[in-house]
C-alpha cells in the first residue's frame, strides 16, 4: 500500500528555515503530482505549493518557499525561507496519480510551528 511520511516540522523562529521532506512508500509508478498543503487551526487546508510539469505556490509563500522532487528517492521536498508565524500549521505531503490511473493519498502531517 502507498503511505506518505513527512519529516523535517519543527519550532523556528521568524525569520527563520525550515526543510520539509516527504518519502512515499508501496508506489509502483511515481505520482504525476506531488503537493504540500497546510492546515492551520480553525482554518481551512490549503494548497501550499504543488508540483508536476510546472510548480505552483499560494500567494503568501510565494518567494519564500520552494518546492522540489526527487523522483528516484520518490521524495518531494519544501523549502521554507523568511518564515512568519502565520505559517504556523500542519504541513500534509498530498500525492496524486492521474488518469487511467487515478489516486489521492496523503500523509499524517508534520507539525511547523513559528515563534518567538
Known amino acids: 500500500q502507498v503511505q506518505l511520511v513527512e519529516s523535517g516540522g519543527g519550532l523556528v523562529q521568524p525569520g527563520g528555515s525550515l526543510r520539509l521532506s516527504c518519502a512515499a512508500s508501496?508506489?509502483?509508478?511515481?505520482?504525476?503530482?506531488m503537493g504540500w498543503y497546510r492546515q492551520a487551526p480553525g482554518k481551512q487546508r490549503e494548497l501550499v505549493a504543488g508540483i508536476s510539469s510546472t510548480t505552483n505556490y499560494s500567494g503568501s509563500v510565494k518567494g519564500r518557499f520552494t518546492i522540489s522532487r526527487d523522483n528516484t528517492k520518490n521524495t518531494v521536498y519544501l523549502q521554507m525561507n523568511s518564515l512568519k508565524p502565520e505559517d504556523t500549521a500542519i504541513y500534509y505531503c498530498n500525492g496524486q496519480y492521474f488518469a487511467p490511473l487515478t489516486g489521492n493519498f496523503w500523509g499524517p502531517g508534520t507539525q511547523v510551528t513559528v515563534s518567538s
Open positions: 508501496g508506489t509502483i509508478f511515481s505520482f504525476n503530482f
